[in-house]
């Protein structure tokens, strides 16, 4: 049996997480401890950590932990979930090293690629195994459309175009796994006081939706050599971050990547998800996530090409079973999971978000 923990519940992830380690036969979740934000939230309505931890002592572990050192040292759990704010997770992760816990944290790794580095020297100095979740690589459509890349159906891959939208992680109407209701009405003053909406917490649609952008590039074609891109704050004015963003990522010349984002409209209304542009046709994500989303490939003339039936192992239910089946069998954990993908990951992030910041051209670290 797999003993696990969760540390932090200011990510709303966290109720999937929680509710995924209730179905997996070989995981136990043995406590959970939140990090008391720094700026109180004066909100708890559903989605808001209060009622993220409420729901998880009350239908998956109640053994809650003020302190999750203290957590840490008594349970001596295999695996710790991270699911903190963003600026948090170097140093949890330097607490869960030094004790010899493995962990997973939720996407991405960090706010920046310097506060990554510590995350990688935390992990390597311990030996201990670090993985990122990303809930994307759970979708059927994600392999489907890797395979059909992979094979060229309609040529070499040359440009991705990738979109997402929705109102904010607290916003009107919004909805997260492992929870069947949408999030309740909230104030600009309560939502203002969430650290989704403060840019020193590691809020913001950059590190929301950007880092998905950068998860599709380097899946599709690996890491870039530089970006371009400009972020603003058009429609949350009670808060300091971005909430609408555009990027290119430059490759060698030969593709890129051109992502963008928004907290204004929900991926419902807009076409959302990765497409592919190649060099005899298109491999497109049609439906958006709400809306059963589905992989299409056409040639240049617009004729349909058929793309192979692709099976979803069990493996790939979600990080749970994932990490389940590493440990059970041995095999490694999928590649876009490791900490030595999500370096790269984080690094066009980086350079995504100071291009934007700097108001030019930034290198790939």
């Known amino acids: ?19 995924y380690m209730s179905e997996q036969p070989d995981f136990e979740l043995i406590g959970i401890a939140d990090v008391p934000a720094e700026t109180p939230e004066i909100s708890k309505t559903r989605y808001t950590r209060a009622w993220n931890l409420k729901n998880v002592a009350e239908n998956y572990c109640s053994t809650v932990y003020e302190d999750y050192k ?30 010899k816990i493995n962990i997973s944290i939720e996407k991405p790794i960090a706010v920046s690629y310097e506060e990554a580095l510590k995350i990688e020297e935390s992990v390597n100095k311990c030996g201990i195994e670090a993985v990122v979740n990303w809930p994307v690589l759970w979708r059927e459509y994600v392999h489907r459309m890797k395979m059909a890349i992979d094979q060229k159906l309609v040529g070499e891959p040359v440009k991705l175009r990738y979109i997402n939208g929705h109102t904010g992680p607290l916003g009107k109407g919004a909805k997260h796994r492992g929870v069947s209701e949408n999030a309740e009405e ?60 555009a990027a290119i990522i430059k490759y060698d010349g030969t593709k890129m990547s051109v992502i963008e984002g928004t907290w204004t409209t929900p991926r419902a209304v807009i076409p959302s998800g990765p497409m592919m542009i190649c060099k005899e046709g298109v491999v497109t994500c049609t439906g958006g996530a709400e809306n059963a989303p589905n992989v299409k490939a056409y040639d240049i003339y617009g004729n349909e090409v058929e793309i192979p039936a692709y099976t979803l192992e069990d493996k790939y239910k979600n990080m749970v079973w994932q990490y389940a089946n590493h440990i059970k069998t041995g095999e490694p954990i999928h590649p876009m999971l490791t900490l030595a993908e999500n370096m790269k990951i984080m690094a066009m992030l980086d350079a995504s978000i100071k291009a934007s910041a700097n108001n030019k051209e930034e290198k790939v670290k």
């Not at 049996?1 to 509710?19: D, P, S």
């Open 1 to 19: 049996m797999i003993k696990a923990v969760i540390i932090g519940f200011a990510h709303m992830h966290v109720n999937e997480i929680a509710l």
């Open 70 to 99: 203290k957590m840490l040292d008594e349970l001596k759990p295999d695996i710790a979930f991270i699911l903190c704010e963003n600026y948090r997770k170097p140093e949890i992760v330097e607490e869960c090293a030094k004790r």
């Open 186 to 245: 909230m104030t600009d003053e309560q939502r203002s006081k969430t650290w989704w909406h403060m840019q020193n917490r590691g809020g913001g649609v950059f590190l929301d939706i950007a880092c998905y952008g950068c998860f599709f590039s380097d899946y599709f074609f690996g890491k870039g050599d530089a970006v371009i891109s400009y972020g603003a704050n058009l429609n949350t004015p009670f808060g300091d971050t971005d909430d609408n963003f």
